[in-house]
């Protein structure tokens, strides 16, 4: 399969604790980039990293991108009641589509 | 608002029955894309746009699937005699190219359901 692998499955964690999401895939990519959707709504664009990146940052948003391991990480810090939301991984093998995993989704309580 | 399009937003129809969505992508992007969502899952590639010429077409797709952007612009997706299983929320996106540099962008989605 070309899609990305998002772990864990579901998180919930407290308001103000920091969240962090995997996505594992399994060949080489061209970029990888992070979504959110709220229940009901579509994806809204967190952050692209390319492959030749190692580390973003948006915000209280910081994506990670190990080649080696085939994995990158999204990290929410002081979370907030109003990230709960199921997020995405979407990954582009080559200059055509992107793919997505099953997703993970947060719960933050307030 | 991404200024990805979709309209309608919302769709009951009847099983059996013919279905049209649109998809108004950001002005200056050549690429398309549509998706398909189940309730838990994430979107599945359907097929993709590079302007008018549609370059890839999922397994998904089955011949009661068309989609077309005759003008390079606007994108329809088409479902023949739909069936309980095509209820789903379709997700268009459009991105500048599809390069390392570009970022899509999801429309609001199109939510079907067939009873």
């Known amino acids: 399969s070309q899609q990305g692998e998002e772990d864990p499955q579901a998180l919930s964690i407290q308001e103000g604790e920091n969240a962090t999401m995997n996505c594992s895939y399994k060949t080489s990519i061209n970029n990888l980039q992070w979504y959110r959707q709220n229940s009901g709504r579509g994806l809204v664009h967190l952050i692209l990293i390319r492959s ?48 997505f995993g099953a997703g993970t989704r947060l719960t933050v309580k307030p | 608002d991404t200024g990805v399009s979709q309209d309608p937003r919302h769709k009951i129809t009847k099983r059996g029955q013919n279905v049209t969505f649109r998809c108004d992508p950001i002005s200056e992007h050549n ?67 599809g390069g390392a540099y570009t970022e899509a962008f999801f429309g609001q989605g199109t939510r079907l359901t067939v009873v």
């Not at chain 1, 391991?69 to 979370?79: D, G, H, N, R």
Request: with cysteine; hydrophobic share 30%; glycine share 6%.
């Open chain 1, 52 to 99: 030749n990146e190692r580390e973003k940052h948006s915000g209280r948003l910081r994506v990670t991108l190990d080649t080696s391991k085939k994995s990158s990480s999204l990290l929410i810090t002081a979370s907030r009641a109003a990230d709960t939301a199921s997020y995405f991984c979407a990954i582009r093998y080559n200059n055509n589509d992107m793919r």
């Open chain 2, 31 to 97: 690429r398309l894309y549509w998706y398909r969502q189940t309730l838990g899952q994430g979107p599945e590639f359907l097929t993709y746009f590079q302007n008018e010429a549609q370059l890839e077409k999922s397994r998904l797709l089955s011949d009661r699937f068309s989609a077309e952007r005759p003008k390079g612009s606007f994108s329809t997706l088409e479902i023949q005699r739909t069936e309980q299983g095509d209820s789903a929320m379709y997700l268009c996106a459009s991105s500048r190219g």
